[in-house]
């Protein structure tokens, strides 16, 4: 078996693949998301509850793509569990960096998520991985701007 | 006729087409190349590659220009091609023979000129579930600008146009139908010239997407009595950026043209300009000369095997595949499970596995095929789908090569613990 193969498919990510966390319907919603791959038809759909501190309580993705779309997603949903919506932004950009090869100097320890660093090697395969991701910060960017809509507001003469 | 006459004791040498083919001594990950996406782009011959080169070795110029000896080479080489076409399709008029950069140029150049210039609003087009998004989207789009009305030719379960309505979606509303001869996905080879009769009857016309059809079954416009026929090179071993918009002359004649430049022109001032004669009216800016010269040789090429013969070919093949593919635990073919008006586009699914894993591990033993909704995502909803793994056949593929195919989905399942 090719070596580069069983670096993309890792032990980790077909155990996540074949037993996606976070597959529990919610019973609150906060935040929803749709995500799209135009170029291959993937779908997934991302809903999550957060608490009065902005904390994720729970989340909620269902992904019909391939093992990297589902497993990413699935990492996904249990890394942020418990996370702030401001951890949640800054390890997204982190992932979506990683996974582009721009920057993968992630100095903490981000358990199963590191895996994912296996997908480099198949360019064609980045945006698989990044489906979920990039659907989380569309997510988490709309609960933000509707709930601050102070951010929409014309700037003042102080700050032009 | 457009194919050399089929001697009954025609022995089809695959191994000999294969050692014209290059690119198939490569080695994919350690493993002998078994190419098996030709339904997207084909392999080229040495012979096209080597006309290639002579090309720009020798009579590389601009074409219908210049009045020099390489100008008038070049121009001459352009223009056999189209004479070559125009007997290839079934022996039509060079005027009705237009050079595109493809299939999706061809079937636009339609949409804008024809379109524009006959579909109002309330108007039909009339199209099928099968559709690639090149014989899709253009129509839709035109639709819109029209405030005209799509309607579509359902598809049965067994991937087949499903007739039963046809006089009821055809009707004296309709202006155009728009129908692939040969679907990019499921294979089925549509009964057009049917088709043709009832459009023509209505007082429509009919265009045939010919970009799956072309490469692999004789061609004969006339006895379909389509009204255009559109087609890409580089699906039949020639280069990519060409293509071919065969029309009726009677109704290219009425078009307006497609794009402005030179070439179409005929007298130019800044108040009056006057188009050229068909072809060139649609043949603006210098086209991709070197690859509609090097379609001649792949054209030849194809016929010196006789288009019957890869068609009775590719039919045994095809059911071969269909066969090996139907004995793996948990596969199922999209599109019909029989030859019968079928081509080699062999699209299946696994009821574990994605498509793009599928297409990932196959490329590791070497297998090339082709994942995704193949532009084509309105028929993937029909099937009820969002992708499929596509394996589709060509003159230089073999038993072998399907068995390499099945080979590599046994592992693969093995791989991802799906006995």
Known sequence: MSENLDDMYREIILDHYKAPRGKKPLDKIDIASDGHNPSCGDELTMELKVDKQNNVQDVHVNCKGCAISVASGSMLAEYIKGKSLDEVKKISEQIKKMLKGEDSEITEDIGDLDSLKGVRQFPVRIKCALLAWVTLIEGVDKFEHSKKPESFTVPTEDEE | MNTKTTKNDFVFDVQKIKNDFPILQREINGHRLVYLDSGASTQKPIAVINAHADYYNRINSNIHRGLHTLAEEATSAYEKTRSHVAKFIGGVKTSEVIFTSGTTESINLVAYTWGEANISEGDEIVLTDMEHHANLVPWVMLAKRKNAIIKRIPITDDGRLDLTDIDTIITEKTKIVSVTHMSNVLGTVNPVKEIAQVAHQHGAVILADGAQSAPHIPI??????????????????????????????????????????????????????????????????????????????????????????IHAYETKLTAYAIDKLTQINGLKIQGPNNTLNRGGAVSFTDKDLHPHDISTFLDSKGVAIRAGHHCAQTLMKRMGTIATARASLYIYNDEADIDALHDALIAMRRYFGHE
């Open chain 2, 220 to 309: 004969d416009v006339l006895d379909m009595d389509v009204d255009f026929f559109a087609f890409s090179a580089h699906k039949m071993l020639g280069a990519t950026g060409v293509g071919v918009l065969y029309g009726k002359e009677y109704i290219l004649d009425k078009m307006p043209p497609f794009n402005m430049g030179g070439e179409m022109i005929s007298e130019v001032s800044f108040d009056r300009i006057t188009w050229a004669e068909l072809p060139h009216k649609f043949e603006a800016g210098t086209p991709n000369i070197a690859g509609v010269v090097t379609f001649d040789t792949a054209l030849t090429y194809l016929e010196n095997i006789g288009m019957d013969n």
